[in-house]
């Protein structure tokens, strides 16, 4: 085989922890192809990892007529496709494309009607973390057993797509060898429990007081929900909300030394990035760090010890699990952390 599609149609992190079935594909297959079919914002992660040669947007794929939506499919010559997450009309789309090898879950009916290789696969209640879920799915192509995770760590590393700009670059200038540089990431945009803007505003005071410095990072939308909370720290961190770019905030990340972070985007390109990545979970399944931990050669998560945090349900926002990790707790691990240097 030659040529492999990868896709996977979903937020950032779910992505990040798609990309050891990349590295796994070319380790397998030396000189193949490996092209990631994916949401548009998620390009520059594509970009970011050796191991995808190319990139397919599903947002202009699918606004193209149907039979060019077709065309563009079978201009690929994928040998093979991986739907790691399911979506009906690409999986159709690579059916009438003829490409030979089609492998889905068992458990989507309509991958019964579009792949030829179907993988028992249940997510929801299996004890295996995402990233070994998704290398379940290369069944039909040879791997007999799911690796460990720590084997799981190369094959999936990201490198920064692009210098960091110099203004930036001046911001982490250390005034003394120790000094760390740290980006917090408050907001989850619904993609994981968030601490709370007490915690990391108290995280964010300690973190100073001993000489570290202090970036908060965030979307448009979510600095626009922090602005307060900004204003009233800003002596003591930068604020770096809708200021860069996604090519720009891995950069950034690479020449930082950590971040911390519930289980969203951000931290898991920090992991994969080579950084420190302190990942904040609840003990809830299925959003627990069994299943979705940060995966990185310096990547670590806190989590209340409790079986469950059922009353949680109910009332994502007000999680008290989550909420339960203190921010010595954090310190205590921060203060472990040694400078980097970027990678």
């Not at 201009?75 to 009438?96: G, K, M």
């Not at 200038?173 to 740290?182: A, D, G, S, V």
Request: charged letters at 15%.
């Amino acid at each position: 085989m030659k040529t492999f599609l990868v896709s996977r149609t979903d937020a950032i992190g779910d992505l990040v922890l798609t990309l050891p079935v990349c590295g796994w594909l070319k380790q397998q297959y030396p000189g193949c192809r490996v092209i990631l079919l994916g949401r548009n914002y998620t390009r520059a992660v594509a970009a970011a990892c050796p191991a995808i040669d190319d990139f397919i947007s599903a947002d202009e794929l699918l606004q193209l007529p149907a039979p060019e939506q077709v065309l563009t499919v079978r201009a690929v010559q994928a040998d093979a496709v991986v739907h790691v997450f399911p979506n009906r009309r690409i999986a159709q789309l690579c059916r009438e494309a003829g490409i030979p090898v089609r492998i889905g879950t068992r458990n989507r009916w309509f991958h019964w009607l579009s792949c030829n290789q179907l993988v028992a696969l249940s997510r929801k209640n299996s004890p295996l973390h995402e990233a070994q879920l998704n290398m379940a799915l290369l069944r039909p192509l040879g791997l007999t057993t799911v690796p460990p995770l720590e084997e799981l760590i190369p094959p999936g590393r990201l490198v920064a797509p692009e210098p960091l700009a110099p203004a930036h670059t001046a911001l982490l200038t250390r005034q003394r060898p120790q000094q760390l540089n740290i980006i917090l990431h408050p907001r989850s945009r619904g993609h994981g429990r968030e601490w709370g803007l007490e915690h990391f505003g108290q995280l964010a005071r300690q973190l100073h007081q001993r000489g570290h410095r202090v970036f908060v990072s965030g979307t448009q939308a979510e600095g626009d929900t922090m602005r307060e909370w900004l204003q009233e720290h800003a002596a003591i961190l930068t604020d770096l909300t809708s200021q860069l770019s996604l090519p720009q905030f891995l950069a950034f990340i690479a020449a930082a030394d950590g971040l911390v972070a519930s289980g969203t985007g951000p931290l898991h390109l920090a992991a994969a990035l080579g950084r420190y990545a302190l990942g904040l979970f609840p003990p809830m399944k299925p959003i627990h760090p069994g299943r979705w931990a940060p995966l990185g050669p310096h990547a670590e998560y806190l989590v209340f010890n409790k079986p469950d945090c059922q009353q949680c349900r109910q009332a994502p926002e007000a999680c008290t699990c989550i909420k339960a990790i203190s921010a010595a707790e954090a310190l205590a691990r921060i203060d472990a952390w040694q400078p980097l240097p970027s990678s």
